[in-house]
């Protein structure tokens, strides 16, 4: 079993999740008392934030760092327990000698595998508004739709006002349900939940078209490749 080094703390709400399926799925498949070897670097997200609206040089040198780190402290594959953290994928694997297992590339095969062609994006203003998960997803032939900009705006503040401090509120699950009813109006026929705190609040059964828990899937992902003999 290799050892998966999770950079966390984007939110710590969510790294929780990657702690626990990662663990809960090693025992699920090694059985007895088995659970996962994990390196955690968890950061402190207040900082992180204030050198991405600063200094996003900074901020990437700042993730590098982190990662070279949980790397040097035994770990032999990385996560990046963020969607959003993925934007800066590209400049933080040259500079680290271990895999880094992908949330979007690991979301977009499940969407692959149900057959989906258009599907709704719903994450942080930057993960929406970014071309990532678009790029990547059209290679397939698969479309993505996002919110219109005043949902856009909704999302952003429900997630970092809210989940981030583990609030769950009533009134934003049902917003948060509306937009997805929209999308689906729209023509998409999955959901992608593309910031890790979103899970918090929507469930699959909640909802009746797929939806794509990034936490889980990546998680699973992160279980997959440490166990590869």
Not at 72 to 92: P, Q, R, Y
Not at 138 to 147: D, F, N, R, S
């Amino acid at each position: 079993m290799k050892t998966i080094g999770l950079i966390g703390g984007m939110s710590w709400q969510s790294t929780i999740d990657y702690y626990r399926f990662i663990n809960q799925e090693v025992n699920n498949r090694l059985g007895g008392t088995h659970s996962a070897r994990i390196v955690l670097y968890s950061v402190d997200f207040e900082e992180l934030m204030n050198l991405f609206r600063n200094d996003p040089d900074g901020m990437i040198a700042y993730l590098v760092m982190v990662c070279k780190k949980t790397e040097k402290s035994g770990a032999e594959i990385l996560l990046l327990c963020s969607n959003t953290a993925h934007l800066f994928a590209d400049a933080i694997i040259p500079n680290i000698n271990i895999p880094l297992v992908h949330i979007i590339d690991a979301t977009v095969r499940k969407i692959i595998e149900k057959g989906i062609t258009r599907v709704g994006l719903l994450g942080t203003r930057i993960t929406m508004e970014n071309d990532n998960y678009r790029c990547q997803l059209a290679k397939y032939g698969i479309e993505t739709i996002i919110p219109d900009e005043t949902d856009r705006e909704l999302i952003e503040t429900i997630i970092f006002n809210e989940l981030f401090a583990g609030i769950i509120n009533i009134d934003s699950k049902q917003r948060f349900l509306s937009i997805i009813e929209n999308l689906t109006a729209k023509g998409a026929g999955g959901i992608i939940l593309g910031c890790t705190e979103i899970p918090l609040l929507i469930k699959q059964e909640d909802v009746l078209i797929p939806v794509f828990d990034t936490t889980h899937i990546h998680s699973m992902a992160a279980v997959d490749a440490a166990l590869i003999v």
